[in-house]
């Protein structure tokens, strides 16, 4: 996260790549689960729209997102009108 990211080790084709940005790594997360994996891709999508509008801070709006949906998720377990 920011400029001090940190690198990634992604197991690709057999061969090992080692990446520091959220755009690469979102696209790297596959999830068995198809409820999770639905999370995992919206993710990739705001990782990847991030990138094309603004070439950087991925990582940052992939962490915005997540708590966004987060907390979006425990105000309608609570009641809240989804709609």
Do not use: F, H, Q, W
Not at 10 to 20: H, R
Not at 39 to 49: D, Q, T
Not at 63 to 75: D, P
């Amino acid at each position: 996260l920011g400029p001090r990211g940190r690198n990634v080790v992604l197991d690709e084709y057999g061969t090992p790549k080692v990446v520091n940005d959220g755009v690469t790594i979102a696209r790297a997360i596959e999830l068995p689960d198809a409820m999770e994996n639905a999370g995992a891709s919206l993710i990739r999508e705001v990782a990847s729209k991030t990138n094309d509008s603004a070439g950087d801070g991925t990582t940052t709006a992939s962490v915005l997102a997540r708590e966004i949906i987060k907390l979006g998720l425990l105000s309608v377990t609570s009641g809240a009108n989804p709609v």
